[in-house]
């Protein structure tokens, strides 16, 4: 599977973005997806994921009520709204997929996936 994100870009605090991730190479429908990011000098965190049922999602808190994740299995994509962004959101935003399963579990670890993406820049100015 081979990922490619778009979307990412220089926006000032309280605006908007739209995070865009496809797939290619064989389908995702029995994937979780999900958005990670990393910081300058942090560590990669989970940021969003959504199940493969497309059903369930989980934010991490800091972003709750901000940003939503959604899929379309039609297109084999994976998005993110993000809305009133702050400055500590700037980072390099991934899309990764999970490996196909059929369980009710929920990934929000990094071992957990085995595909990303080369990731976007998302700079939010103060």
């Known amino acids: 599977v081979q990922l490619v994100e778009s979307g990412g870009g220089l926006v000032r605090a309280g605006g908007s973005l739209r995070l865009s991730c496809v797939a290619s190479?064989?389908?995702?429908?029995?994937?979780?997806l999900a958005w990670f990011r990393q910081g300058q000098g942090k560590a990669r965190e989970c940021v969003a994921v959504i199940h493969w049922s497309g059903c369930r999602t989980y934010y991490q808190d800091s972003v709750k009520g901000r940003f939503t994740i959604s899929r379309d299995g039609a297109k084999n994509m994976v998005y993110m709204e993000m809305n009133s962004l702050k400055p500590e959101d700037t980072a390099v935003y991934y899309c990764?997929?999970?490996?196909?399963?059929?369980?009710?579990?929920?990934?929000?670890?990094?071992?957990?996936?085995?595909?990303w993406g080369q990731g976007t820049q998302v700079t939010v100015s103060a």
């Open positions: 990764a997929a999970s490996p196909p399963y059929y369980g009710d579990d929920f990934y929000t670890g990094l071992n957990e996936y085995d595909y």
């Open positions: 190479g064989r389908t995702v429908s029995r994937s979780a």
